[in-house]
Structures are given as C-alpha cells and as structure tokens.
C-alpha cells in the first residue's frame, strides 16, 4: 500500500526538484465493470456489490483486458538515470524532455545520507546496506563537487558557440528530466508490480509509489483487488 500524501491535489513532489504530476485520467472502477459486462450487452450507471466482486474474479483469474479501457496521463521530473529505467515499459507513450532544443536546468540527483548505500551480492540477487555516516557525507560532497564542475563545463561550451545537441553529453545521469507519460490501467499495474516492489531501485520505487498513489485515488476497487492478488497485474 502507498502512503505518500500529494503536496497539491494532482501532484507529489520527490527529491527537492521532481514530481509526479497527475496531469489528466480517464480512469474508473465503474469502466472495467462496463467493459466486462458489454460481453452480455449490459451497462451499470453506478457501481454495486457484485461490480466488486467482479473487478476481483476478473484480477484474480488475470481477465485484462476490461482494465486497458482506462488511461493515465502523469507528467513527471525525475533524474535521468530513473527515467531510463521507466522507459523500458514500452506498452505506454512517453514525450521527453529535448536537452537540443533548450539549456537544461542546473537540477541534479543528490542523495539524502540513508540512500546512501553499499552493494553486496551477485547480479540479480544484489542486496544493499547503509554505510557510515563519514562516506555518506564524503559521497554526497562529492555528488555536489562534479556536478557543479560539469555543468559550469556544459554551460561555458555553449557560451563558446557549441550546439546545445553536443555540449550536453557533458553531463551525468543524475541531471533531472521530464517527460508526458500515457498508460492504461493494465500496464500500469505491470508497472508497480516491477518499480514499486521490495527489489526495485530505492530512486525509481519512490516514484512508482507516488504514482500508485493516484491509482488508488481513481481506481480504489481495482488497486485493492491488485493489492489482494499479490501485486500479480492482471
């Protein structure tokens, strides 16, 4: 279950300069109900008991394609090491951000000290534990030293007449972007099945919740039954 509170009725703000904005949705229970029960040429105006227990039969048996009929649109701001990863979910659209066609803002991923982390394991059954706090303060120092340096490089070879096109390779994955992103209900739930689950990365599961956030506020039947089936989208 999530438990992030909007800053603003449509938006989590995350990391000092991102956000989760709901930028618009056409998402509710009572349309998976509607979609499911056109197979018998029956339309409800408003949800009952059964329509309940029918979003549950439907999770439950992975019955998807009544909950495709329902549409997300976020605007978000994260770090681009994190939308990278999003972007791997392609049963959506994304537009992003263009670092050609304007200078990109100074914005940078800087970790709080408990993210601060060391990696322990083998590919694929990593786990991770928090470090001292003297190399969670020399870790986070160090984030600060190159990003100020990097950007002051990637700002003065603009000012030396170098396209913004090339002058932007300069900068790290931590440099914010922002990007439109559209989805439907289904992969949606394939979404935070993957991204807000004990081994997702710390920066995109913190996302992922905010995200689940506003599924759960449009879609309350649905999120609970995904919720209940084990997080498995249907």
Known sequence: MTGIEASE?????LFEHGFVRLDDAMASDLSVVNS????????KEAMGDKDAGLIR?????????????????????APIFVAREWFRHRFSSF?????????LEGDFYIPEPEAVRSQVGKPGSYSFEPVDPALADDTIATFERVYKELYAEYQALMDKGVAKE???????FGVFTQFYWT?????LMNFLSLRNAVAAQYEIRAYADAVETFFSQKMP???RSFV???????
């Open 57 to 77: 039969f439907l999770m439950r048996e992975r019955h998807g394609s009544p909950f495709e009929h329902n549409s997300f649109r976020f605007h978000i701001r």
């Open 221 to 223: 039947v649905t999120h």
């Open 183 to 187: 989805v439907n209900a289904r992969s």
């Open 166 to 172: 090339l002058a932007r390779a300069l900068l790290p």
């Open 36 to 43: 499911a029960r056109v197979s018998f040429a029956v339309r």
């Open 9 to 13: 009725p449509h938006q989590i703000e």
């Open 228 to 234: 209940d089936s084990g997080r498995t989208p249907p």
């Open 95 to 103: 537009n992003e951000e263009s670092g050609r066609y304007h200078q």
